[in-house]
C-alpha cells in the first residue's frame, strides 16, 4: 500500500504579517488625525468671516441710510435702528457677538468663536471694522490666551495679529 501525502497550502496571516499591518495603519494615524484637526479648526474659523461678512452688507445699507446699528435681536426697533446678530440655532459656532460703534460711521463688528468649535480656535475673535471713507477690514485676533492657535487657520484676506 502506498502511503498518500497530504500537501497543506498555509491559510491566514503570520503574526509579524499582522503586525506590519497595524504599524502601517498607526503610522497613517499618526499623520492623519493631526491634519483632520487642522482641516476642521480651519474650516469653523473660515465659516464664522463669511457669517460675519454677509452681516456687514445690512450694516453697510443701514449706514448709508443714516440708520444706527446695535447688536442682538429686538422687536421694538426704532425706524432709524437695525439689530443685528446671530442665532444660536443656524450659527452654533459663535459664542459671543458684539456691535462697537453702532451709532457712528465706523462700526466694528465683533464674532467670538466657542460653543461647537474647537478648542484650537473657541476664544479666536474675528472683527470687521469700517472707516470713515467706507472701507470694511477684516482681522482675526487669538487674544493670547487660545492655545493649539496657528496663523494658517486665518482665512485670505482676513489675516490673524
Given at each position: ?13 503570520t503574526l ?29 474659523v473660515t465659516?464664522v468671516v ?112
Open positions: 500500500m502506498k502511503s498518500i501525502q497530504m500537501n497543506h497550502a498555509q491559510k491566514g496571516f509579524i504579517e499582522l503586525m506590519i499591518v497595524v504599524a502601517i495603519i498607526g503610522i497613517l494615524a499618526a499623520i492623519a488625525i493631526p491634519q483632520y484637526q487642522d482641516y476642521t479648526a480651519r474650516s469653523q465659516r463669511g457669517e460675519v461678512s454677509a452681516l456687514k452688507t445690512s450694516a453697510e445699507t443701514s449706514l448709508q441710510r443714516g440708520a444706527t446699528i446695535i447688536a442682538g435681536f429686538a422687536d421694538n426697533l426704532a425706524s432709524d435702528e437695525l439689530a443685528i446678530g446671530f442665532d444660536a440655532a443656524t450659527s452654533n459656532m459663535v459664542q459671543t457677538f458684539d456691535v462697537d460703534g453702532g451709532g457712528s460711521a465706523t462700526p466694528t463688528l465683533e464674532a467670538t468663536l466657542g460653543d461647537n468649535a474647537s478648542a484650537a480656535v473657541s476664544g479666536v475673535v474675528v472683527e470687521y471694522s469700517r472707516d470713515a471713507q467706507g472701507r470694511w477690514t477684516c482681522i482675526i485676533t487669538n487674544g493670547g490666551n487660545v492655545t493649539g492657535w496657528k496663523d494658517s487657520y486665518a482665512p485670505s484676506g482676513c489675516p490673524a495679529s
